[in-house]
């Protein structure tokens, strides 16, 4: 099969390889998918380039989403069949060298969820590790219906699925962004009111709009440089779910200021959330899908031998959605 490797570290140009890999066969519990669509995500790029961890195999093909149909089976498989169109997540995570940059991957079945006939590959692409944060970082605690959510980042690939998943589940939401575009896509996702944190006093927009009473949860995209805000925003027993914390990722955490408002912190990475609660993501992802229609952004897409592209697109840091590396030949 095609695919893009590294073997070391480093510049996305100097360290990416494209070409020829043998293709692998489905073991027990695991599917084989013919990828159509690869999605790039922040964390991929890091590895890649060295400032997420040290590299942990060899060889690296790089990438953790992705969406395509299965071909192959292996011993034990029940849930999924030859010939369906699934999702993705963690196709290159802890314990797994080969993701989703190439033709083919073979994956545990548990990892894999069945994409709706009318969904482009391109947006199942986006729905993985994106999708499946949100849903963790709103449903982790339980229902939010009724409650008020405050999503940072609103128009990021994570905080729109943030702010879609929120209105579905039944909670007001309010999405912060950094521009006017922003603040648009915020808005479509459904947010009830968006705030411009570069422009806006965000305290004072939300406890306005919450009554003077504050969020109930917030989902967070930067927890070390929120953290002095968001703690003037949050409501008694409130909680703070945060997926990254790359403006300082050594904050220092006011325990008193957290305690005196019974603040929990909900820590989390996907791929060490216990299986119960990503099986139960996967289960009420794809209600979601199927109770109407939403928006999969698709920022850019590339070409599997322009994977290296693909990568600095997102690091570039400007993109709205989620970068695509077209798989098939």
Not at 36 to 57: K, L, W
Not at 92 to 97: D, E, L, M, S, V
Not at 138 to 148: K, R, S, V
Not at 318 to 328: E, H, Q, S
Request: with cysteine; glycine share 12%.
């Amino acid at each position: 099969m095609k695919a893009v490797w590294y073997e070391r570290t480093g510049p996305a140009a100097d360290v990416l390889t494209y070409g020829d890999m043998p293709t692998p066969v489905a073991g027990p519990g695991e599917v084989r998918i013919r990828l159509e669509a690869s999605g790039v995500n922040p964390a991929d790029v890091g590895r890649r380039g060295g400032t997420y961890r040290a590299m942990e195999f060899p060889r690296v093909i790089p990438n953790s989403d992705g969406a395509g149909l299965i071909d192959q089976v292996g011993d034990g498989v029940t849930r999924l069949r030859i010939g369906q169109r699934v999702w993705l997540f963690s196709g290159q995570r802890n314990g797994r060298a080969f993701g989703t940059a190439a033709e083919y991957i073979a994956l545990a079945e548990h990892l894999v969820t069945p994409l709706p006939d009318h969904l482009s590959f391109a947006a199942g692409a986006t729905l993985g590790i994106p999708g499946m944060t949100a849903w963790c970082c709103l449903f982790g605690d339980g229902p939010i219906a009724g409650q008020t959510v405050l999503v940072t980042g609103g128009a990021g690939a994570v905080g729109h699925y943030a702010v879609q998943l929120a209105k579905w589940g039944g909670a007001r939401v309010i999405a912060t962004v950094s521009s006017a575009m922003k603040a648009e896509q915020a808005r479509l996702a459904g947010a009830d009111l968006v705030i411009n944190y570069k422009t806006e006093d965000v305290v004072a927009k939300a406890l306005a709009f919450t009554g003077q009473r504050g969020v109930d949860r917030v989902v967070d995209v930067d927890f070390g440089g929120n953290i002095a805000t968001m703690l003037k925003a949050m409501a008694m027993n409130s909680t703070i779910a945060v997926y990254a914390t790359n403006g300082n990722r050594n904050p220092l955490v006011p325990m008193r200021e957290l305690m005196e408002k019974c603040i929990a912190l909900r820590a989390l990475v996907l791929y060490a959330l216990p299986p119960t609660l990503l099986a139960a993501a996967q289960a009420d992802i794809a209600k979601w899908l199927a109770a109407g229609p939403r928006i999969h952004n698709v920022a850019a897409q590339f070409a599997l031998s322009d994977t290296a592209q693909a990568h600095l697109a997102v690091e570039k840091g400007d993109k709205l959605g989620t970068v695509i590396v077209n798989c098939a030949s």
